[in-house]
C-alpha cells in the first residue's frame, strides 16, 4: 500500500493532538474522521477548526478556497465504528494508558477493513505492546506526532518488529504529504528519540525543584538562556499536560518497578490537584 491509497483517515481521540492530526490530516487533502467518546471533547475540537481557519484566511497565511477544503475534509462523530469501517489510516490519539490502547485496537481491528493501518500517535508505548490483539500485526505501527501537531514538522515513525517495510513506507509518505519532515526508527526504544533526549532534561529540572535548589521560572530561564531551548521544562510540560508526564511515569514504573520511574512529588501534587497546564488553565504556569 502506498500513499496513493491512503484517503480516508480516522482520528481516534479529538483531544488537543488528536483534533490537530485531524486538521493536518485534511488540510493536505485526505478525508479525516475525528472520534471521541467524550462529546464535550468533540465540541471543543470542533470549535477550534471553526476558529482557526477562518483566523488563517483573515491573516493572509491559508487562502479561503484552501480553508473551505479542508472544512468540508474533516468530520467530527462519537461514532467510532462509523469513523472506522472505510478507513485506509487509523491514528490513534487517546490516553497514555496500556490497557486503553490495547482495548481499542482490539476495536479497531474488528471495525476496519483487512487493508486498514493501526498507527499509534503515543509518546512512549511502542506498538510491540498492542499488536498482539490484532489480526494485522504487518500493519501494526507508531506514528509520533509533536505538540502542537500543526506548528511541529517533526513526526516519528517507529517500526516494531513486526511492521513491514511497506506500512513504514507508507506512513513516511503520508508524514510528507501531510507537510511534515518524518524520522524513520528502525527499531522500538522506549521514548523514540526526541522524548529520550527531553526526558534526561525534565528529570533533572523535577529533581532540582524536588530537592529546592531552585524554581520552576528560573530552571526554565537557565534552559531557554543558557541552552537556547525554545521554552524550558516546565513549560513544556504545561504545554504537553502534566498529566501526560503522570501517566507516562507510573506506566513505566508500573512496568519495570524500578522506583527511579516513579512520578515525583510535585508531579503527583500537580496531578491530584488537577494543574495540568494549559488544558486546565493552569500548572506550574497559570493560564487566565
Known sequence: MGVHEINNICIVGAGNMGHQIALSAALAGFKVKCTDVNEEVLQKAEQFVSTYLPERVAKGKMKQADADAARANLMFTSDLAESASDADLVIEAVLEKLEIKRQLFAQLDSLCPQHTILASNSSYIVSSKIVDVTSRPEKVCNMHFFNPALVMKLVEVVKGPHTSEETTGTLM????????????????????????????????????????????????????????????????????????????????????????????????EKFIKKEWGRKTGKGFYDYP
Open 173 to 268: 509518505e503520508v508524514c510528507v504529504r501531510m507537510g511534515k519532515t518524518p524520522v524513520l526508527l528502525q527499531q522500538e526504544i522506549y521514548g523514540f528519540l526526541v522524548n529520550r533526549m527531553l526526558a534526561a532534561i525534565k528529570n533533572e529540572a523535577i529533581y532540582l525543584l524536588d530537592m529546592g535548589i531552585a524554581g520552576h521560572e528560573d530552571i526554565d530561564r537557565a534552559v531557554t538562556l543558557a541552552l537556547g531551548h525554545p521554552m524550558g521544562p516546565f513549560r513544556l510540560m504545561d504545554l504537553t499536560g502534566v498529566d501526560l508526564t503522570y501517566y507516562v511515569g507510573m506506566e513505566r514504573y508500573q512496568e519495570t518497578g524500578d522506583p527511579a520511574y516513579r512520578p515525583s512529588p510535585s508531579i503527583v
